[in-house]
C-alpha cells in the first residue's frame, strides 16, 4: 500500500564514502525539505565501520524524523565489481535499517530518478541539484557534497510516483519491500506442496 497523500519520505544515495540523505514532506504537489546532508566517511579505514555508520545513521534519522517511507537509490551497474559490491552492501544496510524500523521501503534505480525529476535520465548531477532546488523552492547555496541532492532527488521521485500509484487501480500498485512474517519450514511446505522433490 503506498504511503498517504501527505507524508514525509526519507532518501537515501547509498555509499561507503559518502551518503546522501534528504527529507522530504508532501503536501498535494507541494514539496518541502525538512533536512538534507550527508554522512562523511572519507577518514574511516575499516570497512565493516563503515557499514555499522551507515546502519546507525539511518536509524537516527528514522528516529529524529518518523519518515513514512524510505526512497533509495539503487547502485548503477556502469560501475566496476568492486564499487558494485560496495555500494550494494552499503545499500543492503540502509534497506535493513529502515525494515528493522518498521519504515516501508521503495527502490529507484538511477536513471528512473533523473528522468522524474529533470525529464532525461543522463541528467548531470548539477543539474539534479538545480531541479531539486527548484521543486523545493530553495534559494541556499548548492551543497559541498551533491550526494545530498541525489538523495532529496529519490525522495521527490517517489513523491511523484506514489502520487500517480494512487490514481491507480489497486491490482497495478507496486507492493513495497516489507518485512516479511515469521514463519518455519513446515509452514512454507504446507502452503508450497509442489515445491517438495520426491526421490
Excluded at 536509524?59 to 556502469?78: A, K, M
Excluded at 522524474?116 to 559541498?144: H, I, W, Y
Excluded at 521527490?156 to 515469521?182: Q, T
Excluded at 512454507?188 to 526421490?199: A, E, V
Amino acid at each position: 500500500m503506498p504511503c498517504s497523500s501527505s507524508k514525509t519520505i526519507l532518501g537515501i544515495d547509498p555509499g561507503t564514502r559518502i551518503m546522501g540523505y534528504g527529507l522530504v514532506r508532501t503536501e498535494g504537489r507541494k514539496f518541502s525539505c525538512i533536512e538534507m546532508g550527508v554522512l562523511n566517511l572519507t577518514k574511516e579505514t575499516d570497512a565493516l565501520v563503515k557499514l555499522e555508520r551507515v546502519h546507525e545513521e539511518v536509524v537516527r534519522l528514522i528516529e529524529c524524523f518518523s519518515p513514512d517511507c524510505l526512497s533509495i537509490e539503487t547502485p548503477f551497474y556502469g560501475k566496476n565489481v568492486q564499487s558494485l559490491i560496495k555500494l550494494g552492501r552499503a545499500q543492503g544496510v540502509a534497506i535493513a535499517a529502515a525494515m528493522s524500523m518498521g519504515v516501508q521501503v521503495y527502490e529507484y534505480a538511477p536513471l528512473k530518478i533523473k528522468q522524474s525529476l529533470t525529464g532525461n535520465g543522463n541528467a548531470s548531477k548539477e543539474q539534479v541539484c538545480a531541479m531539486v532546488f527548484r521543486v523545493l523552492g530553495l534559494d541556499s547555496d548548492r551543497p559541498r557534497f551533491l550526494d545530498a541532492t541525489d538523495a532529496m532527488a529519490a525522495a521527490i521521485c517517489h513523491g511523484i510516483h506514489s502520487k500517480l500509484d494512487d490514481w491507480a487501480l489497486p491490482a497495478a500498485k507496486k507492493k513495497p519491500l516489507a518485512p516479511k512474517s515469521k514463519g518455519n519450514w513446515a509452514d512454507f511446505l504446507q502452503k508450497n506442496p509442489d515445491r517438495i522433490r520426491k526421490s
